[in-house]
């Protein structure tokens, strides 16, 4: 398996001319991963040598605006290059809160996205950030839900637990680990599984 990382830009509060707000791509076995979607990354995009058609998977480390506002536009943007042909859901991972966002900026500016998404989102602990920061977002949206393609899952840090498993197959595992920062935040961390070797050690001892 083989695994390479794109910077699409690694700038702090708003995108310059020369460098992109917060984001990057993993590529792995033909799919590529987007980690964070700062304002401009759909532009920093085209310049490199990626495809974004090929994003599967797109997570979101915390809710502010140099991480993901650049999130709604890159979605009507996907879909705008997308065949008709049906598709796997697009899975987005990112905090509490995250599914409300995506879905009011889609409602607000009457867009339809002509392939399926879905969101799942990560519930922090009020530890992750100043207490006077923390907000509880788990109200949003309480009366008049989301579209159903856009609802994944939520997911809580299990008791005794220190991070959240979000994906497993039998080459990786993808885990969120809690971050502190001024609003509750995640870091990711893409594990490679052990893969026994091929060769034959008893035919090497019994070969001397």
Known sequence: M???????????AYPSPTRGASALVLRREGESWLFDCGEGTQTQLMRSHLRAGRITK???????????????????????????????????????????????????????????????????????CPAEEFKDFSHLDRDEAPPEGARGRTVPLAPGEDSYLLEEDEQLVVRAFRLFHRVPSFGFVVEEKPRPGKLDVQKLKDLG
Do not use: A, N
């Not at 083989?2 to 702090?12: A, E, P, Q």
């Open 58 to 128: 797109i997570f979101i480390t915390h809710l502010h605006g140099d991480h993901f506002f650049g999130l709604p536009g890159l979605l009507c943007t996907l879909s705008m290059q997308s065949s008709p042909d049906p598709k796997p859901p697009l899975d987005i991972y990112g905090p509490l809160g995250l599914r409300s966002f995506i879905w009011r900026s889609l409602e607000l500016s009457h867009s339809q996205l002509l392939f399926p998404y879905t969101v799942h989102e990560l519930v922090p602990t009020r530890d992750q």
């Open 2 to 12: 083989s695994m390479d990382i794109t910077f699409l830009g690694t700038g702090s």
